[in-house]
């Protein structure tokens, strides 16, 4: 039986794989390549890996190289049927790594929309056997990034821009929300660019604006960004001390 421990080169992932660590030492530290995180979350990655003194087992989809290759080819982006690239670029790579005696470990927050999230995972894949380390230890994502800094670890600068996560910055998130993509066409224009004119060349709306589907690129330029994440440090931090 192996144990795997999803990582997504974040500060929710970093501290899962750590509380994960002290019960299951020979457990795999795996990621799904996406070949669209900033090259900031590839040096955390680094220095957290050092900090455990572990190493990745690394998973690549065998037929898309990028997201944005997934959008190109698929013609799809996001919608009822969820996010292509996720599909493509985690979940199939996953399942064809797993095996049906595997453990799976991952790092959802005890952050409401993440317990919902993990709430899904379990409906969608009743087969796996799962856990929440950060969701059954009451873990919040500002408790990870205190946690991280305690450890002396720079976060990814994602964070310090103000972003909920550290993923997917090459492109943006198909996920977010109006908040989101104001603050991502702040801080990245020229990636914000790529990405609006590929979901008009697709014809892909990814957001709601009073009520009616939009593309991105007709978000409004004042539009309010999304608040940023105060990392907090309590006695959570007291108890995930610097590893030995």
């Known amino acids: 039986m192996r144990t795997l421990i999803w990582w997504s080169t974040g500060a929710a992932s970093a501290v899962m794989a750590y509380l994960a660590l002290r019960e299951e030492p020979e457990a795999l530290i795996v ?9 900031d979350n590839y040096r955390f ?5 050092r900090y455990l003194n572990r190493s990745i087992t690394l998973l690549k989809s065998d037929e898309f190289e990028s997201v944005r290759d997934v959008w190109k080819k698929e013609r799809y982006m996001a919608g009822v049927n969820g996010a292509s690239c996720t599909r493509a670029m985690k979940v199939e790579p996953r399942l064809a790594f797993q ?21 899904r995972l379990k409906a969608n894949y009743p087969e796996l056997v799962v856990r929440a380390h950060l969701i059954e230890q009451r873990i919040n994502k500002a408790n990870c990034l205190g946690i991280v800094e305690r ?15 550290a ?5 943006g998130c198909v996920k977010g929300g109006l908040g989101y993509w ?6 990245f224009p ?19 604006y009073k009520g009616k589907r939009i593309f991105i690129d007709e978000i409004p330029a004042d539009y309010p960004m999304t608040d940023a994440i105060v990392p907090a440090c309590d006695f959570l ?8």
């Open 31 to 39: 990621r799904c390549e996406t070949a669209n995180e900033d090259p």
């Open 45 to 49: 990655e680094a220095d957290v890996m």
């Open 99 to 119: 095996r049906p005696t595997d453990r799976h470990f991952f790092g959802y927050t005890d952050d409401k929309a993440d317990v919902e999230r993990f709430g």
């Open 151 to 165: 450890w002396g670890i720079a976060l990814p600068r994602s964070y310090a821009m103000g972003f909920p996560n």
């Open 167 to 171: 993923n997917c910055l090459r492109s």
């Open 182 to 187: 104001s603050r991502y066409r702040h801080f």
């Open 190 to 208: 020229a990636e914000f660019a790529l990405t609006a004119a590929q979901a008009r060349e697709i014809g892909a709306r990814l957001v709601k």
């Open 237 to 244: 931090c007291s108890a995930m001390e610097p590893a030995e």
